[in-house]
């Protein structure tokens, strides 16, 4: 079986700061990693996938992520949060000999103040 | 383009009535899923249409959920005899097929049961 955790449910950062929501994950095979953002009342948006490769994967919006496979760990990172980046985060794997059904963390919600 | 779409967005109805609930995927993709996104239980997998293949139905919580997809396009998810804890959001997604990974979710449908 795989999982998700999002071990914070919610992130508070100062604007112009450095935001990091994280991820760790567990399923079998080579794992595919994606974000996925929701602001309130919307669908999931894609932000950034890892399939292979780099480690370290860009996305929308100056969002970047890095997989570390010895921490099974698909933490998101901004060098520098606007407020506008405030919404609910959720990471989520599909292992490569599985279905493609996604299994998703709980979510985090970041808020990030003027 | 024209990203995925849902009707309706929101739907109130009677415990033991049935709903349906319509996806339309973007066009071209060959997969499309059903995931439900409720407080208690966070985003889950429902349902998985890939071409003509047989759905993969392994994440229906009960034989009261149904769906399916007509001329490999627009998807019909009903619940039968609704139950309170039916009351979620109920998000479509479409993919391009098997190479072509991530998902791009429609806005949803919010299904309240009374």
Not at chain 1, 55 to 70: H, M, P, Q, T
Not at chain 2, 86 to 101: E, K, P
Request: glycine share 10%; charged share 15%; with cysteine.
């Amino acid at each position: 079986a795989q999982s998700v955790a999002q071990p914070e449910d919610q992130v508070n950062v100062a604007e112009g700061n450095p935001l990091t929501v994280k991820c760790t994950y567990s399923v079998s095979g080579n794992p595919y990693l994606f974000w996925y953002v929701q602001y309130p009342n919307r669908g999931l948006q894609f932000l950034l996938k890892y399939i292979t490769g780099d480690n370290l994967v860009k996305g929308s919006y100056g969002f970047e992520a890095e997989f570390n496979k010895s921490q099974t760990s698909f933490h998101l990172k901004k060098p520098s949060a606007l407020v506008s980046d405030s919404a609910l985060y959720f990471c989520a794997v599909r292992g490569n000999n599985a279905g493609n059904m996604l299994t998703f963390g709980g979510g985090t919600r970041l808020m990030v103040k003027p | 383009g024209a990203g995925v779409s849902q009707s309706p967005s929101n739907k109130v109805t009677e415990k033991g009535k049935d709903v349906e609930l319509r996806c339309d995927p973007i066009s071209g993709h060959t997969a499309l899923y059903w995931y439900r996104q409720s407080l208690g239980q966070g985003l889950e997998f429902l349902i998985y249409f890939q071409g003509n293949s047989a759905p993969d139905k392994s994440g229906l919580p009960s034989d009261r959920f149904s769906a399916e997809r007509t001329g490999g396009s627009v998807s019909t998810l009903t619940i039968q005899r609704t139950q309170q804890e039916d009351s979620a959001v109920y998000l479509c997604a479409s993919s391009g097929g098997w190479q072509t990974y991530e998902q791009y979710f429609g806005p949803g449908t919010r299904l309240t049961v009374t």
